[in-house]
Structure formats: C-alpha cells, structure tokens
C-alpha cells in the first residue's frame, strides 16, 4: 500500500492493531506516525491511553504490558515506538510474543527509520500477516523535481522546473528538509503564487546564479568564463556546491547525452521519458551532443569517477577541494 492510501485509511479510522514503519526516507514514517496519532485518541483521552517513548531508552517489556492493558475512559489505547532502530535485538522478542496475543483495542506503531528491517526475521514476517508494514524508500534525485511541484500543488503552490531543480540540487533528497524549506516559503509567499528561483534565492539563501544546477548548464554548453566563475564562488561558499555533489550532478548529465548520441530510432516522446526529462529539453541535450562527442563523453565519465573517489578522500593528499573541482572541470571542457 502506498503512502497516500495508508493516510486515506487511518484518516477514516479504519486502523490495523499494529504497524511497522521502515525503510530509510523518514519522512513518510513521520507523517504516517503523526497521523496515527491524531486519529486514534481525542485530546482528552491521551493522558491515561496514549504512551509515546524512543526505542533508544525503552523499556520494551514495559511497553508491551502497556499494550497489553485495556484502555481507560477510551475505546483504545495507542502505542508508538520511535526511533525503534535503536531497540537492543533481544528486545524485538517482547514484541514478537505480543503478536502471539494481540489487544484488539490498542494500536501499535513501530517506527523504524532510516533503513530497512530485515524481512527474513519471523517478527516481519508476524507484522506482515497480522498488522500493516510500510516501506518508506528514498526519492530517487531524478525525480525530487517532480515530487517538490507535487508536494506544492496539494498546498496551492505551483513552482517552476528551475526553480524546483534548484531546491532538489541544494537540499538532496531528504525530504523532511526540502518541506521544511518549502513551508518557510509557504508563510512568506501568498498562496496561488508561482514560485521562481528569484523566491528560492531571497527566501531560502540558493543563489540563482551561483549553484550545481547553473554549474552543470555551464558545463552542457561549454561555457568555461561561467563554469569557473560558480567555480570560484563554490571554492568560498563550500555549502553551496560541495564536490562530491558537483561530481554526481555532471555524471548524470554524461550519461544523458551518451544516450542521446545513441537514441536509435527512438522518437523526442520515448527519449525524454527515458532520459527522465520534460521534452523541451531536449533541444538543449542535442546542441550540447554538438559539443561533446561520444568518446569525448567516455572520456569525461571516466574523469568524474577519478574525482568520485577524490571527493570521499581517496588518492585525495591534502588537495583543497576547490582547488580539485577546478582542476576537474577543466578537464572536463578540454
């Protein structure tokens, strides 16, 4: 089940005796968990029915009794463990015992975040049959844009695409930082409004000119005066552009136009589909498959893995690292 149907279900209180939330895009976890919490038990009947502890210092006999026991003044009682990564493993057998006699009138959560739990156990396995058990992947980089004018539109935002791709190159892909951002943005801008990267650079600190997205089109057009103007800035501003960001950004764009240059019989609709890209680009993705060829290309894809490795401190010596991606870009464009 997806997220968005999980939600729906819960909202219509519709509640399974117990989840198990993990996977490593915490996001989701929280937002399911919230909404648990808001749904099962009035305000006033928290006090005496709600029980909320971490797994890093929980008692998880004690906490299992708790489930255990009949709601007070409430028809159910509601139970979260978070952060439940952190539970010693001998601990998930007070659990597991729990699945064996479920109390139909408490909802357990398990929060477990940022990676997955291992489906081969028999606790998974037990959670799986008798309760609800929600993946929460990453978003994959190529698809935050899409997924930042989604999450706008359900606010009543909409954004336009470099702007989004400049939010999704500076924040990465956790999402509880991007909507955090986004909700700044969301008290300072009026409603109905068309977000543009002028909003981004005044509200959020991202310069429109100075950043990976602007570095990567530098690069795409062989603009060298450019490229080592954002260079230069990165090498002073090191949060805005850090190296090994720079190089996953001009890998992605190398292997785009390596697929350009042998698209085959494929037509502009199928291409960009492939590509993960709006069409329109594509006028853009041919002009600079003008100016690298496919061996300069295969060139360059190897030169980035070399900076890859230099980037996370391999063969790197004491090299500054501005110094490293100047060195890099160069050789890229030459």
Not at 11 to 21: I, T
Not at 274 to 279: C, R, S, T
Request: aromatic share 10%; proline share 4%; hydrophobic share 40%.
């Amino acid at each position: 089940m997806d997220y968005k149907s999980l939600i729906k279900e819960i909202k219509a209180k519709n509640f399974k005796p117990v989840y198990l939330l993990h996977g490593e895009e915490g996001y989701y976890i929280d937002l399911i968990s919230k909404e648990i919490e808001n749904q099962v038990l009035e305000e006033h009947e928290r006090d005496f029915n709600q029980t909320i502890v971490y797994g890093k210092d929980a008692d998880i006999p004690a906490i299992v009794s708790e489930a255990k026991a009949y709601p007070m003044m409430a028809d159910r009682k509601f139970v979260l463990i978070r952060e439940a990564q952190e539970i010693k493993p001998k601990d998930f057998e007070f659990i597991e015992q729990y699945l064996n006699n479920i109390n139909p009138t408490t909802i357990f959560v398990v929060a477990y975040k940022y990676k997955k739990f291992d489906s081969r156990t028999k606790l998974f396995k037990e959670l799986s049959k008798k309760g609800e058990v929600f993946l929460s992947d990453k978003i994959k980089e190529w698809n935050l844009p899409n997924w930042i004018d989604d999450y706008l539109k359900t606010v009543n935002y909409l954004i336009t695409p470099k702007a989004s791709k400049l939010l999704a190159d500076f924040l990465g892909n956790d999402l509880s930082r991007i909507v955090n951002e986004l909700d700044k943005l969301s008290i300072l801008i009026q409603k109905g409004t068309t977000i543009n990267e002028i909003h981004i650079e005044e509200n959020i600190g991202i310069s429109k000119d100075f950043n990976v997205y602007e570095l990567v089109n530098a690069v795409q057009t062989r603009d060298v005066p450019k490229a080592f103007l954002i260079v230069n800035y990165f090498e002073h501003n090191p949060k805005s552009g850090p190296l090994v960001v720079v190089v996953s950004s001009l890998f992605g764009l190398f292997i785009k136009l390596m697929r350009v240059h042998f698209r085959g019989n494929k037509t502009d609709g199928e291409l960009a589909g492939e590509l993960k890209i709006p069409p329109f680009l594509l006028k853009e993705f041919n002009l600079a498959c003008k100016l690298y060829n496919p061996t300069k290309i295969a060139n360059n894809v190897s030169i980035l893995a070399e900076y890859d490795l230099k980037s996370k401190g391999v063969g790197r010596s004491t090299i500054p690292e501005g110094e490293l991606m100047r060195e890099m870009i160069f050789r890229l464009m030459n």
